[in-house]
Each structure stands twice: as structure tokens, then as C-alpha cells.
């Protein structure tokens, strides 16, 4: 119940194009999203988040796409470049005290090729 | 401000030594966690703490592994007696009172010979 599942395990894309990660999630339970990108040899960085009480967040090029009755989110880069080439998880949390451990998915190697 | 610093960035330690791996959260930050991520694969939680208490080490092996965040002073992950199967990044992040984000180090990455 506490698993998030990820796909592709990797992408390429054409620079310019739209990358699409999928996500998917069992416990009802969770109520926060986030999506984080992590270079080689770098720690992961928040890229964005969204919690189930909207459909959609835009900020620049990235969006997520939330679906609760699906218990699926997902992640668009648009008009990608060669420096979104990284590897990117999604997130899901539980809200509660003492229960706020982020529970990742297995990860995304996108490659944005020229 | 500066971010969540983590040190050692790599260490390395033979078989039966102790690992100690250092994580000072971002300024105004009271929550630390501590993650593992083994070689392509994601990241795996192993314990949260707050000063002076454990909140949650639900995913913390019960040998070997302790955890603190004194009320001074940086968290410390410590991992006695390694075997080759530590070896991993192992991530410290931290988040505020009462936020949603967590902002992750640069990681320190244990080799076990």
C-alpha cells in the first residue's frame, strides 16, 4: 500500500518535444505530490508538487497532471532541452505528524537528444 | 542561506569499521531525514528525526544503524560494523515547521570494501 509506481524506467526525446513520466500510487491516504530531478552525483531537487484538491500545476516548462480517481499523476516537461537529461522521481506523503517520509518511485533516466 | 550540507561527500571504510555520516539542515529547518539510494535504483527512507527525538525510524535496519539530531550540533547517521551491502549515497533533507517541502543535500557516498 505504501508503493509508488514509476514509467518508464527511461525515455528519450527529441529536443523540443514533450517528456511524459508516469506515476502511480495505492494509499489513498497520501495528499502530497512532488517531483524531484537529480543529476549525477547530486542530490535530488524539488521540481514541483501538487496536492489531490487540483487537477493541474503549471510552473514554466513543467506541469503535473493529477487524477485521483485514477490514483495517477504524472509529469510533462515541455519543449524539452538537453539539460532536462536527468533522472526524475515522483514523490507521495502522507500528511500526518509523525508520518511525512516521502515513499519515491523507482526513477525516470530521460535523455533529451539534439 | 545555504542549503543542507552533508559531509563526508564520499567515504570509504573496510568491512566491520564505522561509518558516520554528518547532515546540518538548512537554517530554520527542525525536521531531518535520512535517506538511502542504492545503485539505480530510488530513494528509500530510513528515518526521520526532530532535536533531541526520533519520530519515525520505521525504515532503519534495527542492527547496526543509530540516528540523532542533538539539541547542538549536526544529525549523525551511524553505521557500525559496515558490510559490503551499505555501500550506497545516503541522503540527508530537511523541511520547516509546518511545510510540505523537503530540500535534500548533496549526499554522502559510502563505499564498503
Known amino acids: 500500500q505504501q508503493q509508488v509506481k514509476q514509467s518508464p524506467q527511461s525515455l528519450i526525446v527529441q529536443k523540443g518535444g514533450i517528456s511524459i513520466i508516469n506515476c502511480a500510487y495505492e494509499n489513498t491516504a497520501f495528499d502530497y505530490f512532488p517531483w524531484y530531478q537529480q543529476f549525477p552525483g547530486k542530490g535530488p531537487a524539488l521540481l514541483i508538487a501538487?496536492?489531490?484538491?487540483?487537477s493541474e500545476k503549471k510552473e514554466g516548462r513543467f506541469t503535473i497532471s493529477f487524477n485521483k480517481s485514477a490514483k495517477q499523476f504524472s509529469l510533462h516537461i515541455m519543449d524539452s532541452q538537453p539539460g532536462d537529461s536527468a533522472t526524475y522521481f515522483c514523490?507521495?506523503?502522507?500528511?500526518?505528524?509523525?508520518?511525512?517520509?516521502?515513499?519515491f518511485g523507482t526513477g525516470t533516466r530521460l535523455t533529451i537528444i539534439p | 542561506n545555504a542549503g543542507v550540507m552533508q559531509n563526508p561527500r564520499h567515504l570509504v571504510r573496510r568491512r566491520g569499521q564505522e561509518a558516520r555520516l554528518r547532515c546540518s539542515p538548512m537554517?530554520?529547518?527542525?525536521?531531518v531525514y535520512w535517506y538511502r539510494q542504492l545503485p539505480e535504483e530510488g530513494l528509500k527512507f530510513m528515518v526521520y528525526l526532530q532535536k533531541e527525538n526520533i519520530i519515525d525510524e520505521s525504515g532503519m535496519p534495527k542492527e547496526r544503524f543509530s540516528a540523532e539530531f542533538p539539541k547542538e550540533g549536526p544529525s549523525i547517521l551511524r553505521i557500525q560494523q559496515v558490510v559490503r551491502g551499505d555501500s550506497a549515497a545516503y541522503f540527508c533533507a530537511s523541511s520547516p515547521v509546518d511545510r510540505d517541502e523537503q530540500f535534500f543535500g548533496p549526499g554522502t557516498r559510502l563505499t564498503v570494501l
Open positions: 501538487i496536492r489531490p484538491d487540483v
Open positions: 537554517k530554520g529547518h527542525s525536521h
Open positions: 514523490a507521495a506523503r502522507i500528511s500526518n505528524f509523525g508520518n511525512e517520509k516521502l515513499t
